[in-house]
């Protein structure tokens, strides 16, 4: 799995890290923390970063210490992402030959801390699309409607044009709920785990939801999220199951995003993706108290 980490210098960009951190140990993701600066630097000329911004600005600071901050997650002995060295061994160079030689093991899973030039929205996706990254993971500023400081509706945009899964971080409140709406015929083997370690994350329950239009299809929406209701239980999880006629659900989502973390399965040819367009997302990633899954 591979996890980006969208931050700027701001609080929420810290309490985005922790949560990082803690899906990183349950699932050894690589990881890449990266911060945008704008291409103009402070004096107003068009630069290199190293020639001009240096250490001055509050961002590339913010980035070693949000590092830091994610790897006091790990203890030393375990941590997967620091290099250890092992000293001198004994080494079969060829057969029957063995040489004592210095063995350093090199870290077992990639964290980056990264810098792209440009509009914070553009460098974010083109750097989860040339890397490939499975998961984007950004916070935002509750009090202001998430907000990114400096405006633009850097989240939301990120959601509705990311091509992976994007989780919008709130501020650090207790998740006791995830209520996730799948598409029951298309959603991916992935999508299934990201539930399955958010809820491990959280300590929380797992309400699934069902997406059905008409009496007359209920039985085969039934049926079908019976398969997902079996997946689960065989993980050791037991989640409640509910069917919501389409009608419905945006009432729906607007409650249930009061009471717990929402997720709901954005893919190219699901059923929520044509009935639950980019403006509705938008208003439930600035008005949800928590935090949002947008899965791929």
């Given at each position: 799995m591979k996890i980006l980490v969208a931050v700027d210098q701001n609080p929420y960009s810290a309490n985005t890290t922790n949560v990082v951190a803690k899906l990183a140990a349950n699932t050894w993701a690589n990881?890449?923390?990266?911060?945008?600066?704008p291409r103009r630097s402070p004096t107003?000329?068009?630069?290199?970063i190293s020639e001009e911004w240096n250490m001055e600005h509050p961002l590339p600071k913010a980035l070693l210490e949000y590092q830091e901050r994610f790897l006091r997650h790990f203890r030393k002995d375990e941590c997967p992402y620091t290099q250890r060295d092992f000293g001198y061994q004994l080494i079969e160079v060829k057969k029957g030959v063995w040489d004592e030689l210095y063995v350093a093991k090199s870290a077992r899973k990639d964290l980056k801390v990264r810098i792209r030039l440009g509009n914070p929205v553009k460098e974010i996706l083109a750097e989860a699309q040339e890397e490939?990254?499975?998961?984007?993971?950004i916070g935002c500023d509750h009090s202001r409607g998430c907000e990114w400081k400096g405006g633009g509706g850097v989240p939301q945009k990120v959601v509705n044009e990311a091509t992976?899964?994007?989780?919008?971080?709130k501020e650090e409140k207790k998740v006791d709920k995830i209520v996730c709406c799948l598409d029951h015929d298309l959603v991916s083997q992935q999508s299934l785990e990201m539930i399955n370690q958010m809820v491990t994350l959280h300590k929380a329950k797992l309400e699934i939801i069902g997406l059905t239009e008409g009496e007359e299809l209920k039985a085969e929406v039934e049926r079908k999220m019976d398969a997902i209701l079996r997946y689960y239980t065989a993980r050791g999880l037991e989640p409640w199951i509910e069917i919501v006629e389409l009608a419905s659900l945006d009432a729906f989502i607007s409650q249930e995003a009061r009471w717990g973390l929402m997720a709901l399965w954005m893919g190219k040819r699901s059923m929520l993706e044509k009935v639950f367009p980019k403006a509705k997302v938008s208003k439930l990633i600035k008005g949800s108290e928590y935090s949002v899954l947008i899965l791929r």
């Open positions: 990881v890449t923390i990266l911060g945008v600066l107003g000329k068009v630069a290199a490939e990254m499975d998961l984007i993971v992976c899964s994007v989780l919008v971080t």
